[in-house]
């Protein structure tokens, strides 16, 4: 199972909004609503921000928002802030087999 | 509280073992599926390893298929990782991330421990 496909990098000024794009395939992305983001930290545990392509867990800024069009499922962070500069990761159900496949990571930076 | 603690973590050689342990609380541990997660030094998440909540159903990455082996005790609300023939690309950080579904899988980690590193070196 290969990994999803995230750019390396995103930026924004504070206040602005960034989207980063998570590609995968009809095998995983593109054929389940199961696409998740988590928040990593340098030195932390990752933390989940999105689930089911859309859904923010209780705690979660409602800046944060996912969505999916085919096989590239998008995490947006509006009014960007100086805590949401982190690492970003999509994941996705990708089949009874080995049904856990993340994404490559993408490096928030807030200008 | 709701928590997850890894242990285990060290420097082996190359061809050694290890065995990794994830202690739960706060949540009934026999109900959930419970997977391993691993995070090379600057790399990204790989996901390794999950187990079903009753110990019955598991399953790997291609990476560590035949070399690790993912188990459970539930009396003992704890989790492990066999680790053996390691190689250098298996040096990481270890998480153990508990599954979102009660029972049956949302198939997203909402809990995760704060990780164990393993070194494969000599």
């Known amino acids: 199972q290969s990994a999803l496909t995230q750019p390396p990098s995103a930026s924004g000024s504070p206040g602005q909004s960034v989207t980063i794009s998570c590609t995968g395939t009809?095998?995983?992305?593109?054929?389940?609503?199961?696409v998740s983001w988590y928040q990593q930290h340098p030195g932390k545990a990752p933390k989940l921000m999105i689930y089911e392509v859309s859904k923010r867990p209780s705690g979660v800024p409602d800046r944060f928002s996912g969505s999916k069009s085919g096989n590239t499922a998008s995490l947006t962070v509006s009014g960007l802030q100086a805590e949401d500069e982190a690492d970003y990761y999509c994941?996705?159900?990708?089949?009874?087999?080995?049904?856990?496949?993340f994404g490559t990571g993408t490096k928030v930076t807030v200008l | 509280e709701v928590q997850l603690l890894e242990s285990g973590g060290g420097l082996v050689q190359p061809g050694g073992s290890l065995r990794l342990s994830c202690a739960a609380s706060?949540?009934?541990?026999?109900?959930?599926?419970m997977s391993w997660v691993r995070q090379a030094p600057g790399k990204g998440l790989e996901w390794v390893s999950a187990i079903s909540g009753s110990g019955g159903s598991t399953y790997y990455a291609d990476s560590v298929k035949g070399r690790f082996t993912i188990s459970r005790d539930n009396s003992k609300n704890t989790l492990y990782l066999q680790m053996n023939s390691l190689r250098a690309e298996d040096t990481a950080v270890y998480y153990c991330?508990?599954?979102?579904?009660?029972?049956?899988?949302?198939?997203?980690?909402?809990?995760w421990g704060r990780g164990t590193l393993v070194t494969v070196s000599s």
């Open positions: 991330a508990k599954e979102a579904g009660v029972a049956a899988p949302y198939w997203y980690f909402d809990l």
């Open positions: 009809s095998s995983d992305v593109g054929g389940y609503n199961y």
């Open positions: 994941s996705s159900y990708a089949g009874s087999t080995s049904p856990y496949v």
């Open positions: 706060g949540f009934t541990f026999s109900s959930y599926a």
